[in-house]
């Protein structure tokens, strides 16, 4: 029969395996943990081989350890404090070198410790942890989120930065239209390519262009190593590239020299920045710097530093 | 145009195309708790893409995954092909030097077992007991010579000296190599290697790993004082109680993670036990295994890999339930570094290594 709880023999068995116990978490307590848990993972009630398969995927230890601090045991907030404390604020020391994600940090355990009161009642912000991932991990995600949700609400009160100066020599026998119009057709172009692309592909690009992660930080969030990382992303330019030229040749009907003309008016236009790009670019950017404007400098460092197989100088 | 510049105008379109502010309603966004299971690699199928694709298409959850890894601990450097081939060889002599040095020096101490397998957090666990206890150690080293000189007297003089002195150049070598590759190892994965730190965690009241010396340390330390005893022809005749911590400081192989409490230990070579007070007490964890288990790493208190015979490699994450990983081939495996839940390097006995960053779904292939 579809359910949402776990029979009791489930429980009991969770339960043992938890060693919730060694913080007297009540089993009825725990038996609602799960249950919030499956209702979490499943929209309508799961087969019991389903809600079977994801409790035993849970980590339990950490549901149970969860459990017991958000009901204020005392041996529970010490094992806490000392394990998985710790975690989050380095953490927030390697997201913002500077210091300035501690008090997000503070925050954070403020709200895990249940100072903050919802509905005139006192709730632990570990009573949303679920155990699908081990307590640590949800941490650093929940520190990361609000991080970026700060940096992406600050961004918007701040001014425009100063823009580098931009590149001379822009051919004279273009007129500014058409190379208006040749920048429109490539981005479009390139958009189109890019949504074609398989998601992993178009998250490592974004990663990388957008995000400003390094070879070997992409590799750790793709669970690949950074040469691979370093040869997909060469073959979804070359893929990207392609298409492009396609794109130009078959539904914009141009000649080879029109193509030409539109991969040189995006170069010749490098220096050169428009609104969209300074809101889109600079709204989502979590710069540990703290500076908007550096962050395309520091952008540009880096990808003189580290490139991708087959990247252009 | 040539191609490379073509090249060139991609890259820049793609730098302003994928940096455009693309977030859904920030209730379509996915919860942290989700990210997080994702980036373990916890969800599965229809689940994980449908993950994969949100991230991709959107920037507020793109730029907190983004957040998320710089604030990733990063993952060990693999070793150089010289300095593999140089442990390759190094193992059995060490073995040997390790074996001989505590004969000499503990004679008594026939029924303590000696650590099959030298791991990471053994490693790490050993370099504590040395640094913070050097005092302790040469205290612990004072039987060697009486032990000498007392229940081995029909040995001549010189015979002894000249057994101490192999022992101890023997012990040394392993010693100096052993270390400049555990901090490397440690550099690696932004462990600190400042000895002050490390010896204080396991400081004081408890046990922990200050007074589980290592096998290396006490011979290396037993070994000089054989030496020095050689020289200076100083008789001995020892107390128990040094005799005493000498023993205790072969303790059964056990693997500490880096917060200096957690352990974990194999029993009978296919159980698991785990301690959460510095080896006052143990309880068996979750594991199924028909193979022996030789070798561990505990990167965390709740993480831990064990490798063993016919390429058996289990990894927990929530610090008591193993599973099993899948690994391509059959071969004894006898040791295992790691950095968190999904990134491991197993090694076989002849030397070869696999890595994998995803807990097991691939690895790379052998070195």
């Not at chain 1, 848990?37 to 230890?61: C, I, W």
């Not at chain 1, 009642?121 to 990361?144: D, I, K, M, N, P």
């Not at chain 2, 589980?212 to 109680?241: H, L, Q």
């Not at chain 2, 081939?329 to 070869?352: H, K, N, P, Q």
Request: net charge neutral; hydrophobic share 40%; aromatic share 4%.
């Amino acid at each position: 029969m579809s359910s949402w709880r776990p029979s009791d023999s489930a429980v009991t068995h969770l339960y043992q395996q938890s060693r919730a116990d060694r913080w007297s978490v009540p089993v009825a307590v725990f038996a609602t943990a799960l249950e919030r848990s499956a209702r979490k993972a499943f929209v309508t009630p799961p087969e019991p081989r389903d809600l079977e398969r994801l409790l035993g995927s849970l980590h339990l230890e950490d549901l149970a350890l969860a459990c017991a601090c958000a009901s204020g045991h005392e041996g529970a907030w010490e094992h806490f404090v000392r394990e998985h404390r710790p975690v989050l604020y380095r953490a927030a020391d390697a997201i913002d070198p500077t210091g300035g994600s501690r008090e997000i940090a503070d925050s954070l355990y403020g709200e895990l410790f249940g100072l903050v009161e919802r509905s005139g009642e006192r709730r632990s912000l570990l009573e949303y942890f679920h155990g699908r991932s081990s307590l640590s991990t949800w941490l650093r995600a929940v520190l990361a989120q609000r991080h970026v949700d700060r940096v992406r609400s600050t961004r918007r009160f701040e001014p425009m930065p100063e823009e580098e100066p931009t590149t001379p020599a822009r051919s004279e026998e273009q007129p500014q239209s058409r190379i208006s119009e040749y920048i429109q057709l490539m981005r479009r172009a390139v958009t189109g390519a890019v949504s074609r692309l398989p998601a992993k592909d178009r998250l490592r690009l974004a990663y990388y262009y957008a995000e400003d992660l390094t070879l070997a930080q992409i590799g750790r969030a793709l669970g690949e190593h950074e040469a691979t990382v370093s040869r997909n992303l060469a073959k979804a330019r070359r893929e990207i590239r392609t298409d492009v030229e396609r794109h130009l040749r078959e539904q914009e009907h141009m000649n080879p020299s029109q193509i030409d003309e539109c991969f040189e008016a995006v170069v010749e236009d490098v220096g050169s920045l428009d609104v969209s790009d300074l809101l889109g670019a600079g709204s989502d950017q979590p710069d540990s710097s703290g500076s908007p404007g550096g962050r395309r400098k520091d952008s540009r460092d880096k990808r003189s530093k580290e490139r991708p197989e087959g990247a252009s100088a | 145009m040539p191609e490379r510049d073509r090249d060139q105008s991609v890259e820049q379109l793609l730098r302003r195309v994928m940096s455009h502010d693309v977030t859904p309603l920030q209730g379509a966004c996915v919860d942290g708790e989700t990210l997080a299971a994702w980036s373990e690699g916890s969800l599965r199928g229809a689940e994980a893409s449908a993950v994969e694709r949100h991230v991709a298409e959107c920037s507020r959850c793109r730029a907190m995954m983004a957040s998320f890894v710089r604030s990733t601990p990063p993952a060990p450097v693999p070793d150089s092909l010289w300095r593999r081939w140089h442990l390759a060889w190094a193992v059995p002599l060490a073995t040997a030097a390790t074996a001989a040095a505590i004969w000499v020096a503990l004679p008594n101490n026939s029924a303590e077992p000696l650590p099959p397998v030298q791991t990471n957090a053994r490693a790490l666990d050993e370099r504590n007991a040395a640094r913070s206890s050097e005092p302790a150690a040469a205290e612990r080293a004072q039987p060697a010579a009486p032990a000498q000189a007392g229940a081995r007297a029909v040995r001549p003089q010189e015979e002894k000296a000249k057994v101490a002195e192999s022992a101890t150049n023997e012990v040394r070598q392993r010693a100096d190599r052993s270390e400049s590759r555990e901090l490397s190892d440690l550099q690696a994965r932004g462990a600190a290697p400042v000895p002050q730190a490390e010896a204080s965690l396991p400081a004081a009241p408890a046990p922990p790993a200050a007074s589980v010396a290592s096998p290396a340390a006490a011979g290396a330390a037993a070994a000089e004082r054989a030496e020095a005893d050689s020289k200076k022809e100083v008789a001995a005749n020892s107390a128990a109680a040094p005799r005493a911590a000498a023993r205790q400081a072969f303790a059964p192989n056990q693997i500490v993670a880096t917060d200096g409490t957690t352990r974990w230990r194999i029993v009978n070579g296919q159980q698991v036990e785990r301690s959460t007070d510095a080896g006052a007490s143990w309880t068996p964890a979750a594991i199924t295994s028909t193979d022996a288990l030789s070798g561990a790493a505990a990167p965390s208190a709740s993480v831990c890999w064990i490798v063993g015979a016919r390429g058996a490699v289990y990894v927990t994450t929530d610090g008591t339930r193993f599973v099993r990983v899948p690994f391509p081939e059959i071969v004894d495996l006898t040791s295992v570094s790691a950095t968190d839940g999904l990134t491991a390097t197993v090694s076989s006995a002849e030397g070869r290594s696999w890595r994998t960053t995803d807990q097991g779904r691939t690895w790379a292939a052998p070195r």
